[in-house]
């Protein structure tokens, strides 16, 4: 997995949630307004049926776009463990799990929903079955509100809000529909809904904004050394990840001749964005396990940084240490 820093990946897979939860949204919207006109025969209505097969072919489409994105991208590193597994990711676990589990028990639905296309098991048994859309509505908006990399932007604050709306106003109105003096249910159960999400969203799982390709940082140094030695020159390079306050990758390459070190070359790669910040090195620790150097950034101010980097003696194949930022 992690093929790639592209920022196209990063922003697919965002998109690709969100268009996920709108159409969940709006599959259940429909599917109550039109099982609610009168009573359910025998056997499903067409259009019913239509209506979540082509809507749950399109749920299922945009989900795993959702995910192959998110295992192929660096900005958030995961594993096929943590992307299939619930509970088991380290980003938050509780909020991720939830939008696995709506996943596979999505997953399941669509099983039942070929099932009883077949005849190979009872509608009874089907229409039973599928009252599990609830948890995965319920399980999908708890994702998108504890995890979701939007979630209090003010457009996908508002999206959630009107989905929320919708699915708990039309459901209300299904169960009080037969009772006039009710009416009033179904509104402030949307409302109260609504508010409960957009509070959540906009105040205890308020994400931490991580800076922008910053010009300032200190994170935790992980990579590895590869040496390349010819007749009269050898080559030495560092790559690694930068992780914590600020992502990046870390490139780092010396040509070395019996004179000393004639050339060099200094590169970071930020993320989410992708932009890279060029440059040199200018000195390496007389123990041999650090350097220091500088790096352009075209666009960015300030333009230039200094960048040091430190790493601790180990028996290890990879190396642990620290890489840092400072404006030059």
Request: proline share 5%; net charge positive; glycine share 10%.
């Amino acid at each position: 997995m992690h093929l790639t820093s592209s920022p196209i990946a990063w922003y697919a897979a965002r998109g690709a949630g969100v268009a996920a939860y709108l159409l969940l949204s709006t599959v259940i919207v429909v599917g109550l307004l039109m099982a609610g006109r009168s009573s359910v025969p025998a056997q499903p209505r067409a259009s019913v049926v239509a209506v979540h097969r082509f809507g749950g072919l399109a749920i299922a489409a945009f989900i795993v776009l959702h995910v192959a994105t998110l295992g192929i991208d660096a900005w958030l590193p995961f594993s096929l463990t943590d992307l299939f597994v619930p509970f088991t990711n380290r980003v938050r676990p509780i909020w991720t799990g939830l939008g696995i589990v709506a996943a596979e028990l999505l997953l399941a639905l669509g099983i039942t929903n070929a099932l009883v296309r077949r005849r190979r098991i009872p509608y009874r048994v089907w229409r039973t079955l599928h009252y599990a859309n609830w948890a995965v509505w319920l399980s999908a908006t708890a994702h998108a509100v504890g995890v979701g990399t939007d979630r209090s932007s003010a457009w996908l604050t508002a999206l959630m809000a009107v989905c929320v709306i919708a699915v708990t106003g039309v459901a209300a109105w299904r169960v009080t529909r037969r009772r006039p003096a009710w009416r009033v249910v179904a509104p402030a159960t949307a409302v109260v809904a609504a508010a409960l999400v957009t509070g959540a969203a906009l105040g205890p799982l308020r994400p931490a904004q991580k800076p922008w390709n910053s010009a300032t940082f200190s994170d935790r140094l992980t990579g590895n050394i590869d040496r390349q030695t010819g007749a009269s020159r050898g080559l030495i390079s560092l790559h690694g990840d930068g992780t914590g306050g600020q992502r990046v990758f870390v490139r780092v390459d010396l040509l070395a001749t019996p004179d000393g070190i004639s050339n060099t070359s200094l590169q970071l790669e930020y993320l989410p964005s992708g932009d890279r910040c060029t440059g040199e090195v200018t000195g390496i620790s007389n123990d041999g396990r650090g350097f220091t150097g500088w790096c352009a950034l075209a666009g960015a101010t300030p333009a230039r940084r200094t960048i040091t980097g430190h790493w601790q003696a180990s028996d290890a194949p990879g190396l642990v240490g620290t890489i840092a930022s400072a404006p030059a």
